[in-house]
C-alpha cells in the first residue's frame, strides 16, 4: 500500500439508507443500513434474485446507488476504484478469450498498474489447480476451470477489498471444498476485507465471520449472524458439532427470511 | 496445434482439396463449353484466355499494376475513413446512429454518376479510381468494427471499471482486441471492393488500367479479351481476398465473422419511431450541409459541382422541372423492372441453395468454401461477360443483379442455418424429427437475422449492378441516363440522377430493414431487445 493511499489496509464498509431501483421501476434494494467490519469476512445469503450482486456492484462502485451512501474506509467506492485497490470474482467468469490462462490473470496488474510478477502468477495458477494450463486460451477450459482462473485474476493484486460473486459457481465439489480451505489463507493473512456471495450456506459458514439474510426482493436484510468458529479454519471443520449448528442456524434464517418480510432493523 | 486451428480457422486438408476440385471442375466445364459454343461469340475458352494474357501480357501487365495501385491507394484511405468514423461513434455514442445514417447514404451514391462527377472536380489522373475505390470500401469496414467495437459483454467492462480504469484502458484492453476479428472481416471484404471501386472509376475516362481495357475491348467485342480482363480481374480479387484470410488467420485466435451488416435498431414503439424521425431529419441536414459545405469549400464551379439548391431547382422549381422529374421518374420505371426481380431472385436463389446444402450436408462443406472465395470476385468487373453471355436485355441485366445478391444472401444463410441452437435441435432429434421438421422449426428461424442482414446489404450492391450493366449494356433506365447525362454534360440531370437513386437505395435499405425489426420481433426477439 503507498504511503499517500487514502484507503486503510483492512477498510470497513458503511452502508447508510442504501436503496437501488432499475430503470421500469423495478426495486431491487429497499433502504439497506449496515457496517461490514474491516479485516472480516461476510457473506450474503439469500434466495435467487433478491438483489446480492447488485449490492455488491453497488460496493464495487459499478452500480449507484438510487438513494443513500456507500463508504469504504470512509471514503466513497471511487476512492478505492481510483487506487485499485480492490477485486472482483464476478459470477461469470469475464476471461477474455485471447488471453491465455496466465495473460487473463497477469491483465489485472496491468489493470492496477502494478509491475509483472510472474512468480505469484504461477504460484495462484498452482493454488487454483491449474498447473500445467497456464498458457491454455479459455475457450479449451472448462467452466470451473474458468471460475478459477477468475479466481487466481483477483487475487494478484493483493486487493484490499475482494468482492466474491458466487466464486465457485461452477466448480466440482471437491475443488470446491478444497478452495474454500486454501483461499482464505491468502487473504486471512493480509486481514483482506472480504464480501462474498453464495448460495451454499456450508460455503458461507465456511468461508466468513459474519452471515448476512436477504429477504426476497426487493432486499432487506433478515438476518445477521455472527460465525464463531475458530481462524484459520482447520481442515475438517465441516463434520464439527459447531459447523454443523451453524449450517443450522443459517439454513433456518434463510427459511425465515423467505416467509418473512419484516427487516432485522425494525424487529 | 496452433490456437487459431483450435478454434477451426485454418481450413482444413479435405476443404483445400475440396476447393482445387471446384476449381479444376470449373476450368474443365468452361473449356468443354466453350468448344461446345465455338463461333457464337460469346464464350471464350480458357486456353484462349491464357493465350490471350500471354499475348498481351506487357499491356495487362501495365494496366494491372495502374489498376493495382489505384486500389491499393483507395483501400488505404477508405479503410483510414472506416476506421476514423468507428472511432467518432464511439467517443460520440449518442450522434452513433446520425454517423453511420450519413456513411450508408454516401455509399448509396451511384458509382456510375460519381465517376463522371469526381473525373471533372479531379481532372486528369487517378484521382477518381481511388476515391472510388475508397467509397466502395469504407462502408464494409465500417459497419463491422461499429459492431465489433462493441462486440464485448458488458462483465469484461465491468472488470476494467473495477480496477478503476476507463476508457482509454477499455479501447486498449477489450474492444481493440474485440473488434480485431471484425476489422478483419470488413478488410477482407474491402480487399475485392476496392479494386472494383478502381475498375469502375478507370470505365469513367481514366487513361490507363484494367477498366480502360474492359471498356475497349466490349466496345471491340473482342471476347477473349473480355474474358482475359474478367478472369484476371477475379483471380486477382480472389488472391487478395485470400491473402487477407490468410494474414486474419494468424493473428486472430478466433474466425472473423461472416455477418457484415449493423444490427436493426433496438428499440420499440414510439420511442423507435421518433428516434428513427429524428435520426433521418439529422442524416439530410448534415448531409446537404457536408455537401454544400465541401462545394463552397473548394470554390467549385456551379456549371458543374451542383449544390442542394441548384438540384432543388432542377427538380422543382426551374421552368422545365416537370420534365427532368418526368424523365427521371421513366428512368427509375425501366430500372425497376430490372432491379426489383433480380433482387427477389437473388434473394430466393441464395436462401434456397442454402437450405439445400444444409439438407445435403455432404456437398455442403465443399460447397460453402467455393461460396465464399466466390463471394470475393467483384461481379460487376464481370458485367460484360453477363451481357455477352445473356444479350442486352432484360434477362442479362436481372442475371446480374441477382448474382449480385446471390452470394451474400448464400453465405450469409448458410451461416444462420448453423445457427441454430444445438440443444434445440437435440430436443427435435428426441422426438425422432426429421430434417424438414428440423429446418421449419429451429434452423429457418435461426437464419432470419442472418437473411435480412444480406438482404438489407444487398440493396446498395444491387443497385450498383443494375446501373453499370444499364450504362454498359442495355441503354435503358438510370444507369444509362447518368451516362448520358455525363456525356452531355447536363449536370443538373446528373446530380439529381444522383441524390434520387442514394435516396431511393437508402429509403430500400430502411425498407427491408423495417420488414426485419416486425419478422425479428418474433423470431429473434432478444437480438431486438440487444
Redesign the interface.
Known amino acids: 500500500m503507498g504511503a499517500d493511499a487514502e484507503i486503510p489496509t483492512s477498510p470497513g464498509i458503511v452502508c447508510r439508507g442504501v436503496s437501488k431501483v432499475f430503470p421500469g421501476g423495478v426495486e431491487v434494494l429497499r433502504p439497506l443500513d449496515v457496517t461490514l467490519e474491516g479485516g472480516q469476512t461476510t457473506a450474503l445469503v439469500g434466495p435467487s434474485g433478491c438483489g446480492k450482486s447488485t449490492l455488491l456492484?453497488l460496493i464495487?462502485?459499478?452500480e449507484a446507488p438510487t438513494a443513500g451512501e456507500i463508504l469504504i474506509g470512509g471514503a466513497p467506492p471511487?476512492v478505492?476504484?481510483?487506487?485499485?485497490a480492490?477485486?472482483?470474482a464476478?459470477q461469470?467468469p469475464?476471461l477474455?478469450?485471447?488471453r491465455t490462462v496466465r495473460g487473463n490473470i497477469e491483465?489485472?496488474l496491468?489493470?492496477?498498474r502494478k509491475p509483472p510478477d510472474p512468480r505469484k502468477v504461477d504460484d495462484l495458477i498452482r493454488l487454483v489447480g491449474l498447473e500445467g494450463f497456464a498458457d491454455t486460451?479459455p475457450?479449451?477450459l472448462s467452466g470451473g476451470m474458468r471460475q478459477r482462473v477468475a479466481i487466481a485474476r483477483s487475487m494478484v493484486?493483493e486487493p484490499r477489498l475482494l468482492l466474491l460473486d458466487e466464486p465457485f459457481g461452477a466448480v466440482d465439489e471437491l475443488t470446491r471444498r478444497q478452495l474454500a480451505e486454501d483461499l482464505p489463507r491468502i487473504w486471512e493473512p493480509r486481514r483482506t476485507t472480504t464480501v462474498l456471495v453464495t448460495h451454499s450456506v456450508s460455503e458461507a459458514v465456511m468461508l466468513s465471520d459474519r452471515i448476512l439474510v436477504l429477504s426476497p426482493r426487493p432486499a432487506k436484510i433478515v438476518e445477521d449472524i455472527p460465525v464463531d468458529l475458530p481462524r484459520p479454519r482447520p481442515a475438517g471443520i465441516d463434520s464439527t458439532p459447531a459447523f454443523r449448528a451453524a449450517v443450522q442456524e443459517v439454513s433456518a434464517g434463510l427459511a425465515r427470511g423467505m416467509a418473512s418480510t419484516t427487516p432485522l432493523a425494525a424487529q | 496445434m496452433s490456437?487459431a486451428a483450435?478454434?477451426g480457422v485454418a481450413p482444413t486438408t479435405a476443404r483445400r482439396f475440396t476447393g482445387l476440385l471446384g476449381v479444376v471442375s470449373l476450368v474443365v466445364g468452361w473449356e468443354l463449353a466453350a468448344r461446345a459454343l465455338e463461333g457464337a461469340f460469346i464464350l471464350a475458352a480458357p486456353s484462349d484466355v491464357a493465350v490471350w494474357i500471354v499475348q498481351n501480357a506487357g499491356l495487362l501487365g501495365r494496366a494491372f499494376r495502374v489498376t493495382l495501385g489505384n486500389a491499393a491507394a483507395g483501400f488505404v484511405a477508405g479503410n483510414l475513413a472506416a476506421v476514423m468514423l468507428a472511432a467518432l461513434a464511439l467517443a460520440w455514442p449518442r450522434g452513433e446512429r446520425v454517423i453511420a445514417g450519413l456513411a450508408l447514404l454516401i455509399f448509396c451514391l451511384p458509382l456510375v454518376a460519381t465517376g463522371p462527377i469526381l473525373r471533372v472536380l479531379y481532372g486528369p489522373g487517378p484521382g477518381p479510381q481511388i476515391t472510388l475505390a475508397a467509397l466502395a470500401v469504407y462502408y464494409t469496414t465500417f459497419v463491422p468494427l461499429l459492431v465489433g467495437l462493441r462486440a464485448a459483454?458488458s462483465?469484461?467492462f465491468?472488470?476494467?471499471?473495477?480496477?478503476?480504469?476507463g476508457a482509454m484502458?477499455e479501447l486498449v484492453?477489450?474492444r481493440a482486441?474485440a473488434a480485431?476479428p471484425y476489422l478483419f472481416a470488413g478488410l477482407q471484404i474491402a480487399a475485392p471492393a476496392a479494386f472494383l471501386g478502381a475498375m469502375v472509376g478507370e470505365f469513367t475516362g481514366a487513361e490507363r488500367g484494367m477498366g480502360v481495357l474492359t471498356i475497349r475491348a466490349t466496345r471491340a467485342l473482342d471476347v477473349d479479351a473480355i474474358w482475359a480482363l474478367a478472369t484476371v480481374a477475379a483471380a486477382a480479387s480472389m488472391a487478395v481476398y485470400a491473402a487477407v484470410g490468410v494474414i486474419a488467420r494468424a493473428v486472430?485466435?478466433?474466425p472473423p465473422p461472416v455477418i457484415l451488416s449493423p444490427p436493426p435498431m433496438p428499440r420499440t414503439g414510439g420511442a423507435r419511431g421518433r428516434a428513427i424521425v429524428l435520426t433521418t431529419a439529422a442524416v439530410l441536414g448534415f448531409a446537404l450541409l457536408l455537401w454544400w459545405g465541401a462545394m463552397e469549400l473548394f470554390d467549385l464551379n456551379r456549371f458543374f459541382a451542383k449544390r442542394p439548391d441548384d438540384v432543388w431547382a432542377a427538380l422543382v422549381t426551374a421552368p422545365d422541372a416537370a420534365e427532368t422529374r418526368a424523365t427521371l421518374a421513366q428512368a427509375l420505371r425501366e430500372t425497376s423492372v430490372y432491379l426489383l426481380p433480380g433482387f427477389a431472385a437473388g434473394l430466393a436463389l441464395g436462401t434456397g441453395m442454402a437450405v439445400a446444402l444444409t439438407l445435403l450436408p455432404a456437398i455442403g462443406a465443399g460447397a460453402t468454401a467455393v461460396a465464399v472465395a466466390l463471394r470475393s470476385v467483384p461481379i460487376v468487373t464481370t458485367a460484360p461477360l453477363v451481357v455477352l453471355l445473356l444479350g442486352r436485355g432484360a434477362v442479362g441485366t436481372i442475371v446480374l443483379v441477382a448474382v449480385m445478391v446471390f452470394f451474400p444472401t448464400f453465405v450469409a444463410c448458410l451461416h444462420g442455418l448453423r445457427q441454430a441452437p444445438g440443444q434445440v435441435i437435440d430436443v427435435l432429434d428426441s422426438y425422432a424429427a426429421g430434417p424438414i421438421a428440423r429446418l421449419w422449426h429451429v434452423q429457418l428461424p435461426a437464419m432470419l437475422p442472418a437473411f435480412f442482414a444480406a438482404a438489407r446489404m444487398s440493396v446498395p450492391a444491387s443497385v450498383l449492378a443494375v446501373t453499370v450493366v444499364e450504362w454498359l449494356a442495355t441503354g435503358r433506365g438510370i444507369g444509362s441516363l447518368m451516362a448520358l447525362s455525363a456525356s452531355l454534360s447536363d449536370y443538373d440531370m446528373l446530380w439529381s440522377s444522383v441524390v434520387i437513386v442514394a435516396l431511393l437505395s437508402v429509403a430500400g435499405y430502411a425498407g427491408v430493414g423495417a420488414v426485419e425489426r416486425r419478422v425479428l420481433s418474433v423470431y429473434a426477439a432478444e437480438q431486438m431487445t440487444r
Open positions: 456492484r464495487a462502485g459499478l471511487s478505492i476504484l481510483r487506487e485499485a480492490l477485486a472482483v464476478f461469470d469475464s477474455l478469450p485471447w491483465l489485472a496491468k489493470l492496477a486460451r475457450a479449451a493484486t | 490456437a483450435d478454434h459483454p462483465s469484461w465491468d472488470l476494467v471499471r473495477s480496477y478503476g480504469r484502458a484492453h477489450i482486441a480485431l486472430l485466435t478466433e
